[in-house]
């Protein structure tokens, strides 16, 4: 693959990999939005008999908000490496070439 089309793949990589971290982050704030949701002590009024459930679920969603952003970060991280992989290879296919074209083994 030429150098110009090679490099255009691996920043398309980089590129999802950011967007799967800023997507990420987003659930995180989401999260720290739904945990404020929770009620406590006398402020569920009628309903205190359904805040244990109520509030386990609240606690649940933002435990899921907090796994999706480390899986997400943990996507774009291997995108990141990947990208980078590709570029080391190719760095060595290219010396490689240069050397035999020089006829040096």
């Known amino acids: 693959m030429s150098q110009r089309g090679f490099k255009i793949a691996t920043d398309a990589l980089r590129t999802e990999g950011d967007t799967w971290k800023q997507q990420g982050g987003q659930l995180f704030e989401l999260g720290g939005t739904i945990d404020q949701l929770q009620f406590f002590g006398s402020e569920g009024g009628i309903y205190a ?49 240069n050397r035999a074209a020089r006829g040096v083994p």
């Open 49 to 97: 008999r359904l805040l244990p459930s109520y509030n386990g679920l609240v606690t649940t969603l933002v435990m899921r908000c907090s796994e999706a952003d480390e899986s997400m970060t943990h996507i774009c991280d291997t995108l990141y490496r990947i990208a980078q992989m590709f570029e080391e290879d190719e760095a060595r296919h290219v010396e490689r070439i």
